[in-house]
């Protein structure tokens, strides 16, 4: 499985972005997905988890403004982006466990493929 996100961008506080994490082959059987992201000079943190069964996990800096969802249909995972504030700055990876998978990674964030990565920057 190959992942290509995209969506990222320069946008100012306040404002909105979606970003996109399409991948190579079905994901109908992935169990668990997420996007997790990297501002300049820390490490890597988790935004939002989705399952197969739409359950889903925000970290507790965008509930309320981040929604993360997928759609089997066109493979792809999504993270819907409101009231963007300057620390949301970072490179955003999406991350996909492989099909079957019973393993939960959201704990750990071992997942089997990760994106390349999109860059976030929100302006003041």
């Known amino acids: 499985v190959q992942l290509q996100a995209s969506g990222g961008g320069l946008v100012e506080a306040g404002g909105s972005l979606r970003l996109s994490c399409a991948a190579s082959?079905?994901?109908?059987?992935?169990?668990?997905m997420g996007w997790y992201r990297q501002p300049p000079g820390k490490h890597r943190e988790l935004v939002a988890t989705?399952?197969?069964?739409?359950?889903?996990k925000y970290a507790d800096s965008v509930k309320g403004r981040f929604t993360i969802s997928r759609d089997n249909a066109k493979n792809t995972l999504y993270l819907q982006m409101n009231s963007l504030k300057p620390e949301d700055t970072a490179v955003y990876y999406c991350?996909?466990?492989?099909?079957?998978?019973?393993?939960?990674?959201?704990?750990?964030?071992?997942?089997?493929?990760w994106g390349q990565g999109t860059l976030v920057t929100v302006s003041s």
């Open positions: 082959g079905s994901i109908v059987s992935i169990n668990f």
């Open positions: 991350a996909y466990d492989r099909p079957f998978s019973t393993y939960d990674p959201r704990e750990s964030a071992k997942y089997d493929y």
């Open positions: 989705i399952t197969s069964g739409g359950s889903t």
